[in-house]
């Protein structure tokens, strides 16, 4: 399967940009691919290398990489275009337990270089950060395909939440900021890919769909939104927040505040605010 997976053609050019989010027209039966992971063990389960990222409930388990081990989510960047120039990109013991998702990443016509499962546990989060080696221009792409959600994940990119249901696929441009927080009871599973652009790819991306519009007003950015529009009609609360010594302190007493409001939203809707600020702030003065 790796020879196949890694021999497609990949386009010499990528002229075409996609948006920050697009899905594909693919779809996927969940319930088997679900049931293989479930029959992995508890100890498959690795903790995900970007600690800064997450609050410890961020986990995977790797299907496919550069040499065939499973014993690490990280792969560098020089490993799998070295791996994709001699096609040994290989399924690890983790992989070989699993036909039916090497099966489903078979269904992709482009060069995958690695492929994992990602685990993000209920009530946790993955910090707004970017993938800067993630750029279409440069031929790298990265493809989710949910296997398990609730209503209560909120992945955003770019500010934007991207509602993905079940046996979607969807590329996402993650070298922009993004973040991910599961708000439900139920853990989100996701097969997640890292690919070369070429020309099958770019065809997908051309003819899927954008991401549908939704109800903004429950989600966690939304409901921040709400709240600075409280607070800069209560002097009260602004000299409250004013009077906070620190940013652990700010995020904090601002979430606080809101449920006074019957407004929820969590510390990362708030740092995800003020990075997004600082980043507009900065922007204004690049010519």
Known sequence: MHTHLMTKTTSSAVPFQPNAAHRLPLAFEVAPLVAEINALSAESWLAHFNTSYHDGGWTGIPLL???????????????????????????????????????????????????????????????????????????????????????????YVDGRRIMMQTGQCWYLNLSRPHRVQNLGATARLHLVLDCTVNDWLISQVQSGFPPAPH?????????????????????????????????????????????????????????????????????????
């Open 65 to 155: 990489t550069a040499d065939g081990r499973g014993d690490s989510l990280y792969a560098p960047i020089r490993a799998l275009v070295a791996a994709e120039s001699a096609g040994t990109v290989r399924p690890t013991g983790f992989g070989g337990q699993c036909p039916r998702l090497l099966a489903a990443v078979a269904q992709l016509h482009c060069p995958v270089k690695c492929a994992r499962i990602l685990r993000l546990a209920p009530g946790s989060v993955i910090r707004e950060h970017r993938d800067d080696d993630l750029i279409w221009c440069n031929g790298e792409a990265r493809l989710h395909i949910p296997l398990q959600t609730n209503d209560r994940v909120e992945f």
């Open 215 to 287: 109800d903004h007003g429950q989600d966690g950015a939304s409901q921040f939104s709400q709240f600075r529009d409280v607070v800069f009609s209560h002097p009260e609360l602004q000299s409250k927040l004013r009077n906070c010594a620190h940013l652990d302190e700010l995020l904090a007493a601002s979430v606080a505040l809101g449920r006074d409001y019957a407004l929820h939203f969590s510390i990362e809707d708030v740092r995800a605010q003020a990075n997004r600020g600082r980043r507009e702030w900065i922007e204004q003065w690049i010519v």
